[in-house]
């Protein structure tokens, strides 16, 4: 009796601990199992696996239950069988199938896993890199919860309910479009679904770090700052905080809510995109030590510059979806990125904007390395439902996800709010809260947000919008010579800032799939393309607070708005290479450009 009496306890001790929690900070650098590879996977567009007939949920959990039929007459459905198919995770599901190319709907993954228990006590954690668009997550045929949103990493806790052989994960992903989703039903990419990144067993010290900051102070260039934070029952501990090629380190206690903030002074070659260097930091606490390479710069504006260490930068760059080159899908590996941010640096840039969304980790760990800064954004995309206060707590969420990861990449210097939403009230209320918000999770970078140009007298556009009031730096995308009049409107245009803050103009471009030529004002030609370049880079160099650019954008992408038949055919064209990795006349425009004196020297 008193023996079940303590199991039972423990066991709902660890069911209690099985909740979604806090980001775990370097994952990939902890003990544990990597979950990647073939993963059942049932299509179910009505959700029949999770709602009975009259829409109820199924109250064990449909096909989360994992139910395994034992009898010959058992008529259970709602089971994975080995005839089940399987697809390749991570991955999104349409690039896998030619039937899920469009698919917008369900689909039930199902791993099964092996767990060696350690001697000592330990705890575990399910880790997902990102679940495009909701995810319902269970281990052992216990629902663990959800998550919502498609770009940033989650996790369980699953301590007590692992056994030796054949776990089971199960996973119900949902990449439905909906109005009050960040982001809303109308994008400009394609909606990939599925378990499109890592997912890993995270195996961790009963009290172990959680997440940490370690950055240069705010305003300088040689002390280190920033905070550690505990989890488990053991709060109170001596935590170390070493470079040891700097040989600069700190020891500070952590209180009772197992936080401790630290600062120590520190002599280090600074990050830069000329010396992308990267330090072996090493976080250690009395239970737990964990180790990653971190760069240190300091990244401010005074006035219309933007000071890198302390001197002005010019952005040389370009705008990428997270689009994998040759193979098409989301990125979602070290090769992919390599070649994407191969592309930028060849090109001459010194900077990449992430559009639209958290791209996967492994290009803001390329970029550290690699030697790119970068802006990084959270899908507040066009016309989002500014009024929905649900709507916010999903972007704020996105955003602490988004800031959580990649807090400690030295390449990451812009958090953006937001991309060309439209003007009101409700919208700059939303947005510059969120703009609070970063500051308050990240006091160490630039907020800023893409805007749309308004025109002012006639050839002026004026930066004016409201919501650059809460912004360091403003954004803005134009597209004179495309959306907006011939190439040459951009020999007439002129920019006037209504702030004193410097402007990096985060879109502009054209549009012609590649190997289509003609002259240079028939549209959708390679020509015409370069023709945009050729007159939008004089105009810009014109602009006096102009500190930076992205052209929109590296590669070629897929996007269910672009009809146009033999042009188009569901891609968006404005690429400087194609999705194959063909430069078009455009990429020479501006890789020349890019090499200059004039851009370099800026
Ligand atoms: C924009 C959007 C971007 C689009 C691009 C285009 O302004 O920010 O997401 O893909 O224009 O090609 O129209």
Request: charged share 25%.
């Amino acid at each position: 009796m008193r023996i079940s009496v303590v199991v039972f306890v423990v066991l709902a001790a660890a069911a209690s601990r099985a909740q979604q929690m806090e980001p775990i900070q370097n994952p990939s650098a902890r003990q544990g199992a990597s979950l990647n590879g073939r993963w059942q996977a049932l299509m179910d567009p009505y959700e029949a696996g999770y709602y009975d007939f009259h829409l109820n949920p199924i109250k064990d959990g449909g096909l989360g239950a994992n139910r395994v039929p034992a009898n010959k007459g058992d008529k259970f459905e709602l089971v994975f069988l080995p005839a089940t198919p399987t697809l390749a995770v991570p991955g999104d599901w349409n690039t896998q199938r030619p039937e899920l190319l469009w698919y917008e709907g369900t689909i039930w993954y199902r791993h099964e896993f092996d767990y060696a228990p350690p001697a000592t006590p330990r705890r575990q954690f399910l880790w997902f890199g990102a679940a495009n668009y909701q995810a319902v997550v269970f281990v052992n045929g216990k629902k663990l919860g959800q998550h919502e949103g498609g770009f940033t990493p989650f996790q369980f806790e699953v301590t007590g309910l692992l056994k030796e052989h054949g776990n089971a994960v199960i996973v119900k992903v949902d990449n439905q479009r909906h109005a009050d989703a960040v982001p809303p039903t109308m994008t400009d990419w394609w909606n990939y679904g599925g378990l499109t990144r890592d997912v890993k067993l995270v195996d961790v010290p009963e009290t172990f770090i959680q997440d940490y900051q370690v950055q240069l102070e705010k305003g300088s260039g040689d002390r280190v700052a920033g905070w550690v934070r505990l989890n488990g029952a053991r709060k109170r501990q001596k935590v170390a905080i070493r470079i040891a090629e700097a040989n600069a380190s700190v020891t500070v206690e952590t209180g009772e809510d197992g936080y401790a903030r630290f600062a120590f002074p520190a002599a280090l070659s600074l990050w830069s995109p000329e010396n992308p260097k990267l330090y072996a930091v090493a976080v250690e606490a009395e239970t737990d030590r964990v180790q990653e390479r971190i760069g240190f710069r300091s990244i401010a504006v005074s006035g219309t510059k933007i000071l890198l260490n302390g001197k002005p930068v010019f952005l040389r760059g370009v705008a990428i979806h997270a689009e994998a080159p040759f193979r098409s899908g989301r990125v979602f590996s070290e090769a992919d990125a390599r070649t994407l941010l191969g592309w930028a640096k060849e090109m001459g840039c010194n900077f990449v904007r992430l559009a639209h969304y958290p791209h996967d980790e492994a290009m803001t760990r390329l970029a550290d390395e690699m030697g790119l800064l970068v802006w990084s954004e959270i899908p507040v995309y066009w016309a989002v439902q500014w009024e929905n206060a649900a709507v916010y707590a999903r972007a704020e969420r996105q955003l602490a996800e988004m800031i959580a990861r990649d807090r400690n990449r030295a390449s990451v210097v812009f958090w953006s709010m937001a991309n060309e939403t439209p003007l009101g009230e409700a919208r700059t209320k939303f947005l510059s809260s969120l703009a609070a918000k970063a500051r308050e999770l990240d006091s160490t970078r630039l907020i800023t947000a893409a805007t749309l140009p308004h025109t002012g007298a006639p050839n002026t556009i004026v930066l004016d919008d409201p919501l650059g009031k809460a912004l360091d730096v403003l954004g803005c995308n134009e597209y004179i010579g495309w959306y907006d009049g011939s190439p040459e409107k951009a020999d007439r245009t002129s920019f006037q800032n209504t702030y004193d803050k410097p402007l990096v103009m985060s879109e502009f471009g054209a549009e012609a799939p590649y190997g289509n030529h003609g002259d240079e004002n028939t549209a959708w030609t390679e020509e015409y393309q370069a023709n945009v370049y050729r007159h939008q880079l004089p105009m810009l160099q014109r602009i006096p607070f102009l500190q930076g650019m992205a052209a929109w954008i590296l590669m070629d992408f897929r996007c269910p708005r672009r009809f146009l038949s033999g042009v188009q055919d569901y891609y968006n064209r404005k690429g400087l290479l194609s999705d194959r990795g063909e430069k078009k006349q455009a990429y020479y425009v501006l890789r020349d450009f890019y090499h200059s004196t004039v851009a370099t020297a800026r």
